[in-house]
T-cell receptor, first 115, second 113 residues
Framework: DADVTQTPRNRITKTGKRIMLECSQT?????MYWYRQDPGLGLRLIYY???????NKGEISDGYSVSRQAQAKFSLSLESAIPNQTALYFC??????????????FGPGTRLLVL | QKEVEQDPGPLSVPEGAIVSLNCTYS??????FMWYRQYSRKGPELLMY????GNKEDGRFTAQVDKSSKYISLFIRDSQPSDSATYLC?????????????FGQGTILTVHP
């Protein structure tokens, strides 16, 4: 079973709709991250959480919100989706649960299309 | 200026070639250097991890870090079509921000038979 899972894997929505992307991990890591990936722009950090009570904005947090429901769960919401939020979204984890604590482990991604 | 600069390519080489991928950075606090490989429609996966300056070898892959020049490289020997992917460099400063990484744009590599 995958250590970092994301649901849904693909999503098509309409402008103005609220949607949630979910991430779960079984690595026992304390730190979780949300990125978006666009062609030519690489991975850009949206939000990150160093523990359940610690949420921080990344470089492109406008239009997004997050919730850390438990150590293993970190959700990303688009309050009112717009077409330029069409992208590939990745969740990642890091921590002292094994391996190098500096290393991030990624989920398989969610492909989002906003019409 | 971005903290981490990586030539996006694309890079196309014949099978068996030696591939050199590079990143430069501006933040002297970076101590941890990684290379991730990302296949099409997949999440990035860790390929190489290096702490501070020096070389690290793993099979056909060699990672080099030159902190004095703020420059890191990944070499792939005897490249194979299965190496075709996007390669992302990533760096971290550690300390209280451990695990928080800054990524390069990624270089798209194609190895053709």
């Amino acid at each position: 079973d995958a250590d970092v899972t994301q649901t849904p894997r693909n999503r098509i929505t309409k402008t103005g709709k609220r949607i949630m992307l979910e991430c779960s991990q079984t690595k026992g890591h304390d730190r979780m991250y949300w990125y978006r990936q666009d062609p030519g722009l690489g991975l850009r950090l949206i939000y990150y959480s160093f523990d359940v009570k610690d949420i921080n904005k990344g470089e492109i947090s406008d239009g997004y919100s997050v919730s850390r429901q438990a150590q293993a769960k970190f959700s990303l919401s688009l309050e009112s989706a717009i077409p330029n939020q069409t992208a590939l979204y990745f969740c990642a984890t890091s921590g002292r649960g094994g391996g190098h604590q500096e290393t991030q482990y990624f989920g398989p991604g969610t492909r989002l299309l906003v019409l | 200026q971005k903290e981490v600069e990586q030539d996006p390519g694309p890079l196309s080489v014949p099978e068996g070639a030696i591939v050199s991928l590079n990143c430069t950075y501006s933040n002297s606090a970076f101590q941890y250097f990684m290379w991730y490989r990302q296949y099409s429609r997949k999440g990035p996966e860790l390929l190489m991890y290096t702490y501070s300056s020096g070389n690290k070898e793993d099979g056909r892959f060699t990672a080099q870090v030159d902190k004095s020049s703020k420059y890191i490289s990944l070499f792939i020997r005897d490249s194979q079509p299965s190496d075709s992917a996007t390669y992302l460099c990533a760096m971290g400063a550690g300390g209280t921000s451990y695990g928080k990484l800054t990524f390069g744009q990624g270089t798209i590599l194609t190895v053709h038979p």
